[in-house]
């Protein structure tokens, strides 16, 4: 009997629990699915999984590799992906915005295999590494590759083009555009 009653209490404080309002939003991060990139969400440092899964159960998140800053997306998409345009708030049609294009040079250069079509990953040593503070809206793309270089030694950067080709594929096979 009191092995009834006990679990009883259990399954009223369990359900009580599960009704707690919070409702983790997860999100998928694409120029490929980026594996490795910084989000923070309620205070919390979290990186992206190998298939580019962010989960946040307050918003907003904030996007980041070491310290260049990307920027923050308050909601989640319908669609569960977020893409660059998100992250710095103009249309997701928008592949000619200086900042979009800087984040997927970014994140293509840094790609651990330098192979953007098979994922891309950002590697722990990459984001150490990377310990200046560098805001992509403020600072240039060529001032942004020499702080880059300055802090990892050599790196090969994507062509601006091709990075936003790579970016428009993805955006295609994931639905986003037509």
Known sequence: MKYLKYMGAFAIFFALNGCSGVNPQTAQVIDSPVEGLEYQCAGLVKYTDSNGIAICEHMPMGFKVGEIIFGLVKKVPADGIIVPQDMVGVSRDNLEDENVKKIVVILQSLDEDQNPENGIKITPEVREKLDIFIDIKTTSLEDIKELIEAQLGE??????????????????????LP
């Open 155 to 176: 790196a090969i950067f994507k062509d601006e083009e091709e990075a936003i080709e790579h970016l428009k594929k993805s955006m295609k096979k994931y639905n986003i």
